[in-house]
């Protein structure tokens, strides 16, 4: 006679209703309506609000600044990781918190403090200044907000996978005589990618809608470092939802198209290293 075993979690029919509830209140609702209000707006109409002038330079702004920030976030995210995972030093515990600090900071706490810190008068804008360099006010100053909100998203990304790797592949390697340089990108990369591909990709998601942290240090000048949550906010504020949607409905199809890149790239990387196993 077959036992059944007893579950912890109730059965399918209550867990599965209770997902379905979350993700619709959550996930679906939102972006229902999102949808329901741009559908308000004609195909003529949806086509001039996201294609005027000042939305275009928008467009440029957030996602040019976004995707360096997160390509900047991809480099330095696995250094910090490889850092507090390898290395035993005074204070790792306390920098392997404070990591996350741009997760539990409120956003516009993040903006100002960034923007007094990077202002002509502030710690770290005096010492750019006597060089001609600004970073408030500039795409600097917005890539600089952007790089500090999303780096949490590769260091935990790329940290689990550094904890759990074996070292005898690179003690192996480094006796028949590979370089670092070599034991990095053959051994150690390979396995860390689809990682921070995945980082990567969340960061990007994030930076790209980022609005408290930025709107602060952009300066928001139309046309130069005016960000697209802004003009939404702008629409809003006006009660012109149709225009706010329709601008909103550009950047949650990018984002879905990014996520959807990732894990793309994250089945193909998982293929890979499985045949050469």
């Not at 100053?141 to 790329?158: E, K, N, S």
């Not at 709107?215 to 130069?224: D, R, S, T």
């Not at 994250?266 to 196993?277: E, P």
């Amino acid at each position: 006679m077959k036992i059944k075993a007893k579950r912890v979690i109730p059965g399918m029919g209550l867990s599965l209703g209770v997902t379905i509830a979350m993700l619709s209140i959550i996930v679906l609702i939102p972006l229902a309506s999102l949808v329901v209000f741009t559908g308000r707006l004609s195909f003529r109409e949806f086509v001039d609000v996201i294609t005027s002038r000042r939305v275009l330079a928008s467009f440029e702004v957030s996602f040019v600044t976004a995707l360096i920030a997160s390509l900047i976030n991809a480099v330095m995210g696995v250094i910090l990781a490889w850092v507090l995972v390898r290395y035993d030093f005074p204070g790792r515990r306390i920098i392997d918190g404070m990591i996350e600090l741009p997760f539990a900071l409120p956003t516009a706490v993040a903006g100002i403090s960034l923007t007094a810190l990077t202002s002509d008068k502030g710690w770290i804008g005096k010492i750019f200044d006597k060089f001609g360099i600004k970073i408030a006010y500039t795409r600097i100053g917005i890539t600089f907000a952007l790089v500090f909100v999303g780096i949490p998203f590769v260091v935990r990304a790329v940290q689990p996978i550094l904890e759990k790797m074996d070292g005898t592949y690179e003690e192996a390697a480094g006796v028949m005589g590979a370089s670092r340089t070599t034991i990095f990108w053959k051994i150690i990369f390979p396995e860390i990618r689809p990682a921070v591909f995945t980082g990567f990709g969340l960061a990007l998601g994030r930076c790209i809608g980022e609005y408290g942290s930025v709107v602060f240090i952009a300066g928001n000048q139309p046309f130069k470092t005016e960000i697209t949550p802004l003009i939404i906010m702008a629409k809003l504020q006006e009660y012109d939802y149709g225009s706010a949607s329709a601008i909103a409905l550009v950047m949650l199809v990018f984002s879905f198209a990014l996520l959807f890149a990732v894990n793309l790239i994250q089945v193909h990387n998982s293929k890979i290293l499985k045949g050469g196993r």
